[in-house]
Every structure is written in structure tokens, then in C-alpha cells.
Nanobody, 120 residues
Framework: QVQVVESGGGLAQAGGSLRLSCAASGNTFAITVMGWYRQGPGKQRDFVANITFGDSTNYADSVKGRFTISGDRAKKTVYLQMDKLEPGDTAVYYC??????????????WGQGTQVTVSS
């Protein structure tokens, strides 16, 4: 079993910054990708950013140049530094941890979500 726990978030003004943290624990063997998704009011859950440990990072176009993802492969942690926040960034942010194993479909594990609210 894998547990995923987020922290951080809260309230910020437009143009401000927030930092989200996430840690995966338990049977974390084969977790090679961790990332962030968000779900705004009345919207579907959308991809924000992810990191493939030791390889690459990816960002949604809407956050490129404003958000920075980083992580620690050994600790199975991931962080999201959010700068130049906009009211449109208001959402519940979910951390995702993905196991990738040869011969198996990827397995996704989710945190409980953390609220980010940006006021104008």
C-alpha cells in the first residue's frame, strides 16, 4: 500500500507565491513519477506538472514560467513552487505518485488534496 500526503497551500494574493509539498510512504518501490493535478470549482481534474525522477519535468502550458516542480527520488517527495499566482490557479491541488513496472499497467496513488485560493 502507498500513502500520499500533501501539505502547504492556503490563501495568497494575485502575484504572490505558495509552496506545496508531498511525500509518498509505504510500499514506494517502483514509484518513478510524481506530480500535481488540480481541480477548480465545477471543473475536471487537470494536469499541472510532474517529474520523472532522474529524467525530466513536464508542465501544463498554463503554469509554465510560473510554477517549478522538484523532487527527491530517494525520499519519494515532490514539491511545487508556485509564483506569480493568478486567481485562475484557485483549486484543490492533488499529489500523484505513479508506479511504473515492466509488464504492468502504471498504478496511480493520490493524496487527499490541499486547497489553494488566490484572491485578486
Amino acid at each position: 500500500q502507498v500513502q500520499v500526503v500533501e501539505s502547504g497551500g492556503g490563501l495568497a494574493q494575485a502575484g504572490g507565491s505558495l509552496r506545496l509539498s508531498c511525500a509518498a510512504s509505504g510500499n514506494t518501490f517502483a514509484i518513478t513519477v510524481m506530480g500535481w493535478y488540480r481541480q477548480g470549482p465545477g471543473k475536471q481534474r487537470d494536469f499541472v506538472a510532474n517529474i520523472t525522477f532522474g529524467d525530466s519535468t513536464n508542465y501544463a502550458d498554463s503554469v509554465k514560467g510560473r510554477f517549478t516542480i522538484s523532487g527527491d527520488r530517494a525520499k519519494k517527495t515532490v514539491y511545487l513552487q508556485m509564483d506569480k499566482l493568478e486567481p485562475g490557479d484557485t483549486a484543490v491541488y492533488y499529489c500523484n505518485a505513479r508506479k511504473v513496472r515492466p509488464g504492468y499497467f502504471p498504478s496511480d496513488y493520490w493524496g487527499q488534496g490541499t486547497q489553494v485560493t488566490v484572491s485578486s
